[in-house]
């Protein structure tokens, strides 16, 4: 896939089991945040995102926590899936007006066991 | 299906080359970026069209041009790259005013010989 080369963290679970995913930021003034998801071949899919007013958010089998006072993201899958092999992305963006464009982090590849 | 299109998705160019990359959103959205996701890197913001106008050049070279013609197409023109250019290029698209997701094409990927 894109990232092979690239060290990234791998994260292996059975399928069914929970996984979490970890992510640090720098920018204190970040107050976007999202989660992407990409597999291998394809450009990054949206997952979750979360705003910098709460520190809890939860879609469907995903959950995503913010934790400001230490610049944390987690994402949470619960139940995993084997189509939840992929590699996911953490993001941020500031707190201009407007696009300014996404600063991503490393990734981690997320494996899933059967 | 994120309705943000990038053709080609496969380029092998040589370093004299001049090719054009080409972007093209139906989403309505007014923010358009390039991205850059090579093997050693995580993906890197090149550059940022707001309303047409480019308001973000993350210090790109001069080898890579981009155009935004109107806000629904993007290209990225190429000219005298290296190899370590070679990299998946990508194309997203967002809402200009409001803070929301970036969506994202498929990527470009080329390969510089």
């Known amino acids: 896939g894109e990232n092979v080369g690239l060290h ?4 292996s679970v059975q399928e069914g089991d929970n996984s979490i995913i970890n992510c640090a930021y720098s920018n204190s003034a970040s107050d976007y945040f999202i989660w992407y998801k990409q597999e291998s071949g394809k450009g990054p899919q949206f ?13 469907q089998r995903v959950t995503v ?17 084997p189509g939840d092999s992929a590699v996911y992305f953490c993001a941020e963006t500031g707190s201009g007006g407007g696009a300014d464009g996404l600063t991503f982090g490393k990734g981690t590849h997320l494996i899933i066991q059967p | 299906e994120t309705g943000v299109t990038q053709t080609p998705r496969h380029l092998v160019m040589g370093m004299t080359n001049k090719k054009s990359l080409k972007c093209e959103q139906h989403l309505g959205h007014n923010a358009m970026y390039w991205y850059k996701q090579s093997a050693k890197k995580p993906l890197e913001l090149m550059f940022v069209y707001n309303f047409k106008e480019q308001t973000e050049n993350n210090s790109v070279p001069s080898r890579f041009s981009p155009e935004c013609p109107n806000s629904s197409h993007l290209f990225l023109h190429l000219h005298t790259l290296q190899p370590e250019d070679s990299a998946l290029y990508l194309c997203a698209s967002s809402h200009s005013r409001e803070r929301t997701e970036a969506f994202f094409g498929q990527g470009t990927r080329l390969t510089v010989v």
Request: proline share 3%; charged share 20%.
């Open chain 1, 8 to 11: 990234l963290p791998t994260l």
């Open chain 1, 65 to 81: 926590l913010l934790n400001k006072t230490v610049k944390h993201l987690s994402l949470q899958i619960a139940a995993t899936q």
């Open chain 1, 47 to 59: 997952i979750i995102d979360i705003r910098s007013n709460m520190d809890k958010r939860q879609g």
